[in-house]
């Protein structure tokens, strides 16, 4: 049973997922998945074990994963952890990046691909679910955005969140009606049963692209600008502004 270790931070725990769904998709293997915070501060919560009894949930129901664990010095054939150091980083799509890196260059990455399975609940069905981080500045511009998306949606737009200051601190509250979401298996199914997703740069916009449900990511930086320039050869039913 081969083995994965990949790190803490979100955004690229969700994206590393592609390399063991692929894998799987591929030939019926299962995996080892360990996570460590060795490499980043940043986490899901204020501790590697929260981190963990978050993402236990989902991964347990995935297909590709026979065990996950807290990493403890095991055996490992794939260090997920090391991504930065590849030159491509910011040249290719999150898709293409982990694919053609620890697999080959000759792949084909599947179009429209989701690699994170969940049962879908109907409350969200038709739902515009907008998450934002507010650390993050903003102008009338991308506000404009974000007002034209919540008119189309006449009455069915709303802002998920499992810190509710996300929302209270933003120009959404008062404006379309919050919605907390405890925990990350929570936010996950939302996103994955929603009609759209709409936000910023973060890792809420990761599980939407793990979850293939269709979106819309405001990215101001240049660099997170080009990696979903990229990331829109492999979906239609991605799209941007920034």
């Keep these: 049973m081969r083995s994965l270790l990949i790190g803490p931070k979100m955004g690229d725990f969700i994206h590393a997922l592609i390399l063991p769904k692929y894998l799987n998709d591929q030939n019926g293997e299962r995996f080892n998945i360990y996570i460590t915070e060795r490499v980043d501060i940043e986490r899901f919560g204020t501790s590697l074990t929260m981190s963990y ?10 297909k590709y994963v026979n065990d996950f ?11 997920l952890t090391t991504f930065r150091k590849f030159d491509n980083l910011f040249d290719t799509s999150w898709n293409e990046f982990y694919l053609w890196n620890y697999i080959g260059s ?13 049962e879908k609940n109907d409350m969200y069905k038709n739902t515009l679910l907008i998450n934002r981080n507010y650390g993050q500045p903003v102008n009338d511009y991308i506000e404009s955005h974000y007002l034209n998306y919540i008119k189309a949606y006449k009455g069915k737009a709303f802002f998920v969140c499992s810190n509710t200051e996300q929302y209270t601190s933003s120009s959404f509250n008062g ?18 049963s929603c009609d759209h997703f709409l936000g910023n740069f973060t890792g809420t916009s990761a599980i939407a692209t793990a979850l293939n449900t269709p979106r819309t990511v405001e990215v101001t930086a240049r660099i997170d600008r080009s990696k979903y320039i990229f990331e829109m050869r492999n979906y239609n039913n991605l799209s941007c502004f920034g």
């Design 53 to 62: 009894n978050e993402l236990f949930p989902i991964l347990s129901k995935q």
């Design 69 to 79: 664990q807290i990493w403890n010095g095991e055996s490992i054939d794939y260090d």
């Design 106 to 118: 000759h792949i084909e990455v599947p179009f429209n691909y989701s690699w994170i399975d969940v």
């Design 175 to 192: 404006l379309i009606p919050m919605i907390y979401l405890p925990s990350l298996n929570d936010m996950v199914t939302a996103i994955s």
